[in-house]
């Protein structure tokens, strides 16, 4: 096959809030697709994300809603989410949206909340999932949720799941199908319901100052392996049945059009705004962006040359917080 280097965008729309208009919450999917045999990437499983954000979009473009919303479909998710992970060092290094995070903002204005959408019809059960395997932080597959927004938002007494439960009891006359949510071993709060690892587009947000205090996490369809999705036969002919899609949207469309508009017991520090998100813990930097290049010193003109096929290493002690550099030919 012909290997080409391309270019490709981002796709990202803006509609605007009423009431909390400074506040924003970001929904985004990724549009492309990926294949062990590059050249037949069906996608099929991966279209289910991205028409669900389209629907979306569509929804919130026709129905008011009080916190504003910036729409970002990714690029680059096979490439090492490489799509998702540019968005983030634009938005936190390049400042290229500051009507999202403008350097002179209040209290109460910034980020509210980060949400990406990966669904499959496989299963008709979907759940918020906080992290993934990317960077090796999953627990044993299992989908993290965070505790510190998410959890009490969606699981406390009249939740988010509490009402879609009486919703669905009332419209269907049917019982709402949602993940409990579990204490492991040493207090740590999970949702153990994957059954393989997976990777989300979300994980570009983990290890910087957005990922600290922010509400973040991805509508996942849950008990469902997504077994042929990066391979030749993730044909639409092969989906499972695609009502199962509906409940999960509803689900999205629900439980995200309270997000917009959800006030009682949010604090301002809930939402991340410019500084908070540029010179977090102690005035350091929350978010670091590194240009390395390997040299070689050359004592016969006592200047540093470049050390051509490196390999950089940056890592990160965990008691120090030292970075240290290595390298090799």
């Not at 690029?75 to 989410?81: I, P």
């Not at 044909?235 to 959800?262: A, G, K, W």
Request: include cysteine.
């Amino acid at each position: 096959m012909e290997w080409q280097v391309k270019k490709v965008a981002n796709i990202i729309g803006f509609s605007p809030g009423t009431t909390l208009k400074e506040q924003w919450i970001i929904l985004f999917a990724h549009y492309d697709t990926w294949s062990i045999v590059p050249n037949l990437g069906e996608g099929a499983t991966d279209a289910c994300g991205i028409a669900a954000l389209l629907e979306l979009a569509r929804f919130y473009s026709q129905v008011p809603h009080a916190r504003s919303i910036m729409f970002i479909a990714f690029s680059g998710h096979g490439e090492g989410l490489s799509g998702a992970r540019y968005f983030v060092d634009s938005l936190v290094v390049a400042d290229s949206w500051p009507q999202v995070l403008r350097p002179n903002q209040t209290a109460g204005q910034g980020i509210f909340y980060f949400l990406g959408v990966d669904l499959s019809p496989e299963t008709d059960i979907v759940g918020p999932v906080e992290n993934s395997d990317f960077y090796y932080i999953g627990v044993g597959g299992s989908g993290t949720i965070l505790e510190t927004y998410t959890r009490p938002l969606f699981y406390q007494a009249g939740g988010f799941v509490g009402k879609m439960k009486s919703a669905w009891q009332s419209v269907y006359a049917r019982v709402w199908k949602i993940p409990t949510f579990e204490i492991l071993s040493g207090g740590v709060f999970d949702i153990a319901f994957e059954p393989n690892s997976y990777i989300v587009d979300a994980d570009a947000f983990t290890g910087s100052a957005l990922a600290a205090g922010t509400g973040r996490f991805t509508y996942r369809t849950v008990y469902a392996w997504f077994d042929r999705k990066y391979t030749p036969i993730d044909t639409f002919s092969r989906l499972e049945d695609l009502n199962n899609l509906r409940p999960q949207m509803e689900f999205v469309l629900c439980t995200s059009y309270d997000l917009l508009h959800i006030t009682t017991g949010i604090k301002d520090e809930a939402i991340r705004g410019y500084n908070r998100l540029h010179w977090e813990n102690w005035g350091v930097p929350g978010f670091y962006r590194f240009t390395i290049q390997a040299v070689i010193y050359n004592e016969s003109t006592a200047s540093y040359e470049p050390l051509p096929k490196a390999i950089v290493q940056i890592q990160l002690s965990p008691r120090e917080h030292i970075f240290t550099a290595l390298w090799s030919n």
